[in-house]
């Protein structure tokens, strides 16, 4: 097996098992037959990334992005139904889905009709994915600010920092291998901020660091 076979299942083992931790609020949505505590959005923004790569792989024939990208697409969908199910502002959720599905809908249309040059619709789509993933890695810093305030760090979850370290890194590798910086670079920051996760971990340990919490996911 060769390095980049190898690089591969781990971009597929790592980012499947951070979709994953989705799971947790699943079962949260399920046992209180309630959203309260859960939102929409990191469900909704996350579907559209693993969509929006979903089509990139599509396009590049890359079956690493295509099988990460799918599954990913899948849970996101899956908790969405499951939050639309128990949540009592139906309206609200099939609102702002409409227009996640609006926003989905114009970026396909202008992708395939008006991008017909394969390079540049590869290259316009990369960027914005890029763009997309990498605002989704740096979101969680605004937890920043309440932490060194509180000097506590109970609204992190030190697993889902660990696995969000392990898919970044091998997603940056693999797209250094590739060549491809629309890969590789969105995925640095993920690098980062994990890390400067773990030094708030280590400045300020808390008894809850085993605590799953579901976080905006990424590949």
Not at 87 to 94: D, G, H, I
Not at 135 to 145: H, I, K, W
Request: hydrophobic share 45%; with cysteine; proline share 3%.
């Amino acid at each position: 097996m060769d390095f980049v076979h190898l690089l591969s299942w781990a971009c597929i083992v790592f980012t499947v098992c951070m979709f994953s931790t989705g799971l947790s609020d699943l079962w949260k949505m399920y046992f209180s037959r309630s959203t309260e505590n859960v939102q929409l959005l990191p469900f909704l923004t996350t579907n559209l990334n693993n969509l929006g790569w979903l089509y990139y792989g599509l396009l590049k024939d890359d079956w690493t992005l295509i099988t990460v990208n799918l599954i990913g697409a899948t849970l996101q969908t899956a908790y969405m139904l499951a939050y639309f199910f128990y949540s009592v502002e139906k309206r609200k959720v099939l609102l702002q889905t409409g227009l996640a599905s609006a926003v989905l809908c114009s970026a396909c249309f202008y992708f395939s009709v008006q991008v017909p040059d394969l390079s540049t619709r590869l290259s316009q789509l990369g960027l914005f994915c890029s763009v997309f993933t990498i605002s989704m890695y740096l979101s969680p810093l605004a937890d920043l600010a309440k932490i060194l305030k509180s000097r506590s760090t109970e609204c992190l979850s030190f697993p889902l920092s660990v696995a969000t370290f392990l898919t970044s890194t091998s997603w940056t590798l693999y797209g250094l291998q590739l060549n491809d910086l629309y890969i590789m670079v969105p995925n640095t920051p993920g690098i980062v901020t994990s890390l400067l996760r773990f030094w708030l971990f280590w400045q300020y340990p808390s008894a809850g660091q085993g605590k799953l919490s579901y976080r905006t996911l990424q590949a």
